[in-house]
């Protein structure tokens, strides 16, 4: 049974301009070598961040509902330096990973729940290496405000599903990071309204 190959037009947008900022903070210079990616989705963003860091070896996961599609993207890539995704469930403990450079997550933060946001962020502090990197984009809410009209309804359809999905305020995701041992190196404006935030874990 051939599986259909999924496809995200937000994925092929924001792919070039988030690999800006991979470029570097995701450098051999930092000694970033393995990525985890947490919610790999569609595979889209795997293969195509894979290709264009070639000295990284990334990590794909997501439920395992999602592993077929992301497979279709792995097998027609055919990269060396993409493993095929892992079963994980931010909720679960431990985590399928014991160590790794870096992780990284993209549009997962405002779909979870906040128990899984919260998990979410003590996975990290358990997996990521000292002096390991953290990227997060998404949408996010400032001093507990939208940053534009269009994020107000991407936030007021979110809470409809009734099932704890909804724009994260930045103050509050920080906090999570702070706490596991996480400072904040930048937060970068996106297309979209949308942000890059990246934080380097405490050696």
């Avoid at 993209?106 to 358990?126: E, K, R, Y």
């Amino acid at each position: 049974m051939n599986t259909e190959k999924p496809y995200s037009e937000a994925c092929d947008r924001n792919r070039e301009p988030i690999l800006a900022v991979l470029r570097e903070v995701f450098s051999a210079e930092n000694k970033v070598c393995s990525v985890l990616e947490i919610g790999s989705g569609t595979g889209q963003h795997a293969v195509y961040f894979a290709a264009h860091l070639p000295h990284l070896t990334w990590q794909s996961s997501d439920r395992e509902e999602h592993h077929a599609g992301i497979n279709v993207w792995i097998d027609g890539a055919q990269l060396v330096n993409v493993r095929r995704p892992l079963p994980l469930d931010v909720r679960d403990t431990p985590w399928p990973v014991t160590t790794v450079d870096a992780v990284y997550t993209a549009n997962t933060l405002h779909i979870m729940d906040s128990v899984s946001v919260d998990a979410t962020f003590h996975g990290v502090g358990q997996i990521l290496r000292a002096g390991g990197t953290l990227v997060v984009y998404g949408p996010f809410n400032y001093n507990r405000a939208f940053t534009s009209a269009s994020n107000a309804r991407f936030d007021a359809q979110l809470r409809a599903r009734g099932v704890g999905s909804a724009l994260r305020d930045f103050e509050a995701v920080d906090a999570l990071a702070r706490g596991v041992g996480l400072t904040l190196l930048r937060d970068a404006e996106m297309p979209a309204n949308n942000r890059l935030l990246v934080w380097r874990k405490t050696a």
